[in-house]
């Protein structure tokens, strides 16, 4: 099982307790066993294929669809757009991926709250980081929101980066929210209520 490198220090942590815990003939390395077992899942990072048709969205994680709606989004785009926000609880796949294939053309991190992430408020409020694509022209942008739980967005790309959909482009800490932002003419292809793959499912159409 391939494990995301943000999680390696806390697994080599776990076992430099479990190794303290043999040594001092403490029956605790088990327990600190097992929590390396746990933290390798929560980071764990599985092979993605994206689905190869031009124009395609791609999930940017893995976990629930919990809204699609309409918003005003006014970093990137400036104007009202499409909003299909996925839900990541902790037993999900933790590594965000790219929607589509483009150009990095914007970033920006936002300090904030830690709000239960699964409310509206929660893309305004937290801690958010905003990655702006240009997919042939066509704006589309993706926001890692940090939770309650999650308190550490990783952010993998740089503007002028060149990504392709379902690239890894960053990790959310044991779980939170990813919201990606589209044009409202785009043609969204999931329900809410749906679980998705992250780097798999196709969850919309543009261009």
Not at 1 to 22: H, K, S
Not at 121 to 146: C, D, K, L, M, Y
Not at 174 to 198: I, K, T
Request: hydrophobic share 50%.
């Amino acid at each position: 099982m391939r494990v995301a490198r943000e999680g390696l220090p806390y697994i080599a942590l776990a076992f430099a307790f479990a190794a303290v815990a043999a040594f001092v003939g403490r029956p605790w390395p088990f327990v600190f066993l097992a929590l390396a077992a746990c933290i390798a899942v929560f980071f764990r990072d599985p092979s993605r294929t994206a689905a190869a048709a031009e124009g395609a969205v791609i999930a940017p994680a893995h976990g629930k669809v919990t809204r699609i709606d309409e918003v005003a989004e006014n970093g990137y785009f400036g104007r009202r757009v499409r909003r299909i926000s996925v839900f990541m609880s902790i037993f999900d796949v933790h590594v965000n991926y790219a929607p589509v294939s483009g150009t990095v053309e914007y970033l920006h991190y936002r300090r904030g709250a830690f709000k239960n992430a699964m409310r509206e408020a929660a893309s305004a409020v937290n801690e958010n980081n905003t990655i702006g694509i240009s997919a042939a022209g066509t704006p589309t942008a993706v926001r890692q929101i940090a939770g309650m739980i999650a308190r550490r967005i990783v952010c993998r790309c740089t503007v002028g980066d060149r990504v392709r959909a379902g690239q890894r482009i960053g990790l959310i800490k044991f779980g939170s929210r990813v919201d990606v932002f589209l044009p409202l003419e785009a043609r969204v292809l999931v329900r809410e209520g749906q679980r998705v793959r992250g780097g798999e499912t196709m969850i919309a159409g543009i261009g």
